[in-house]
């Protein structure tokens, strides 16, 4: 009696499926960004990209739409346990990374609206403004003109209340963008010039040898697991690295958000911050967009898992009662969290694993600006 064994791959799906120059895991902002650069250098290369949602998984459709430099207290606060010469290189990799961006997209592809961006001072955090002028006398050669200027003549404006009305500085260099605009068009671009993009593609583990690496695959459908192997491997992973490389210095930092509904005559447009960065909010197509709070439970929300924090969620229903929204009417439409990657220090991780595997992530909540330049760093190894 005969034993037939049926394959679960047919010969034409191994002879044209599974072997890749370039596999790149992740398809948010970095890894899109770095298959980009891949077509760049690699006109003819095969080049796929992997991401195990059907939708980015992590923070880079999930935030708030900042191209974002960092607040005035947040670089004061980065000055404390880094040197003057690294806060400002880290500053000079987010302007030349969204200037790498918007030149990809241009500008009306990804909602780019430069209607400023401002700090909300409140009085125990007074001394910033009196800082103002060393942090653009330090970033003046990358800026050519002041980062930071007082703005307190629009603290009665925008009506803000709460205690962080007392002064109200400027950062010039930031704008607001729609993240999901942005990633859409990534992946248009990528599309275009001839890159595959598969979703659903859930990567638990890859093996390096001397002439290839083998990527392993979760089968969604068949309960096993699909092997490519590939020429280069890029992880761009961010906050979910960890899980393929055990030993990197990736610490996720969940990030909640709530949207509210529609505001008729909301009083202020652009990009927000309050209290060192850990707070920011926005007007987005007249509605408000709030985020933050992770300072309030760090260890709680060192996780991978999406989900909402009671505690923070509250604490933004309080925030935007009593200090964004005083005394006006309206209701919150949406809330949900979205996964960032945090380490010893701001700057991203950029570098080989391997001969053949490579890696850029940890982002510290800055991958729009960061994505572009950790991409282009990443192929150039």
Same mark, same amino acid.
């Given at each position: 009696?005969?034993?037939? %064994?049926?394959?679960?791959?047919?010969?034409?799906?191994?002879?044209?499926?599974? =072997?890749?120059?370039?596999?790149?895991?992740?398809?948010?902002?970095?890894? /899109?960004?770095?298959? /980009?650069?891949?077509?760049?250098?690699?006109?003819?290369?095969?080049?796929?990209?992997?991401? =195990?949602?059907?939708?980015?998984?992590?923070?880079?459709?999930?935030?708030?739409?900042?191209?974002?430099?960092?607040?005035?207290?947040?670089?004061?606060?980065?000055?404390?346990?880094?040197?003057?010469?690294?806060?400002?290189?880290?500053?000079?990799?987010?302007?030349?990374?969204?200037?790498?961006?918007?030149?990809?997209?241009?500008?009306?592809? %990804?909602?780019?609206?430069?209607?400023?961006?401002?700090?909300?001072?409140?009085?125990?955090?007074?001394?910033?403004?009196?800082?103002?002028?060393?942090?653009?006398?330090?970033? =003046?050669?990358?800026?050519?003109?002041?980062?930071?200027?007082?703005?307190?003549?629009?603290?009665? @404006?925008?009506?803000?209340?709460?205690?962080?009305?007392?002064? /109200?500085?400027?950062?010039?260099?930031?704008?607001?963008?729609?993240?999901?605009?942005?990633?859409?068009?990534?992946?248009?671009?990528?599309?275009?010039?001839?890159?595959?993009?598969?979703?659903?593609?859930?990567?638990?583990?890859?093996?390096?040898?001397?002439?290839?690496?083998?990527?392993?695959?979760?089968?969604?459908?068949?309960?096993?697991?699909?092997?490519?192997?590939?020429?280069?491997?890029?992880?761009?992973?961010?906050?979910?690295?960890?899980?393929?490389?055990?030993?990197?210095?990736?610490?996720?930092?969940?990030?909640?958000?709530?949207?509210?509904?529609?505001?008729?005559?909301?009083?202020?447009?652009?990009?927000?911050?309050?209290?060192?960065?850990?707070?920011?909010?926005? @007007? %987005?197509?007249?509605?408000?967009?709030?985020?933050?709070?992770?300072?309030? *439970?760090?260890?709680?929300?060192?996780?991978?898992?999406?989900?909402?924090?009671?505690?923070?969620?509250?604490?933004?229903? *309080?925030?935007?009662?009593?200090?964004?929204? &005083?005394?006006?009417?309206?209701?919150?439409?949406?809330?949900?969290?979205? %996964?960032?990657?945090?380490?010893?220090?701001?700057? &991203?991780?950029?570098?080989?694993?391997?001969?053949?595997?490579?890696?850029?992530?940890?982002?510290?909540?800055?991958?729009?600006?960061?994505?572009?330049?950790?991409?282009?760093?990443?192929?150039?190894?």
């Amino acid at each position: 009696m005969s034993v037939y %064994i049926c394959s679960m791959f047919s010969y034409w799906e191994k002879a044209s499926f599974y =072997r890749y120059d370039h596999v790149v895991v992740g398809a948010g902002i970095v890894g /899109l960004s770095h298959a /980009l650069e891949l077509r760049d250098r690699f006109p003819g290369a095969r080049i796929m990209v992997l991401e =195990r949602g059907l939708l980015p998984t992590g923070a880079s459709t999930r935030n708030a739409g900042f191209a974002c430099m960092g607040s005035a207290s947040e670089l004061l606060d980065d000055l404390q346990t880094n040197t003057e010469a690294e806060v400002v290189a880290l500053f000079a990799a987010r302007k030349k990374g969204l200037e790498k961006l918007r030149a990809r997209t241009g500008d009306d592809r %990804i909602g780019y609206r430069a209607d400023g961006g401002y700090e909300l001072i409140s009085e125990r955090e007074a001394e910033v403004c009196g800082k103002i002028d060393m942090l653009n006398n330090m970033l =003046r050669a990358i800026t050519g003109a002041p980062a930071f200027k007082m703005a307190n003549e629009r603290v009665a @404006e925008f009506g803000f209340a709460g205690g962080y009305d007392k002064a /109200l500085i400027e950062n010039t260099c930031e704008a607001g963008l729609h993240t999901g605009m942005l990633v859409r068009t990534l992946m248009d671009l990528a599309t275009e010039c001839g890159i595959e993009v598969k979703t659903g593609a859930d990567v638990v583990s890859f093996d390096e040898g001397a002439k290839e690496v083998v990527v392993v695959v979760r089968d969604p459908f068949g309960g096993g697991t699909i092997r490519f192997s590939c020429g280069t491997l890029g992880l761009c992973t961010n906050a979910f690295t960890k899980q393929l490389l055990p030993d990197v210095d990736v610490i996720p930092g969940r990030g909640q958000v709530v949207v509210t509904d529609t505001i008729p005559g909301l009083r202020f447009k652009g990009i927000f911050h309050f209290d060192r960065g850990y707070y920011y909010f926005r @007007e %987005i197509d007249g509605r408000v967009l709030f985020g933050g709070g992770r300072n309030l *439970d760090f260890e709680g929300e060192r996780t991978t898992e999406m989900g909402l924090n009671e505690r923070i969620q509250a604490d933004l229903d *309080d925030k935007l009662a009593n200090i964004i929204l &005083p005394g006006q009417s309206y209701t919150v439409a949406m809330r949900w969290s979205g %996964i960032m990657a945090f380490g010893e220090t701001k700057k &991203p991780i950029v570098r080989s694993f391997g001969q053949r595997v490579f890696g850029a992530f940890r982002m510290g909540g800055m991958g729009v600006a960061l994505g572009s330049t950790s991409a282009a760093e990443l192929a150039d190894l």
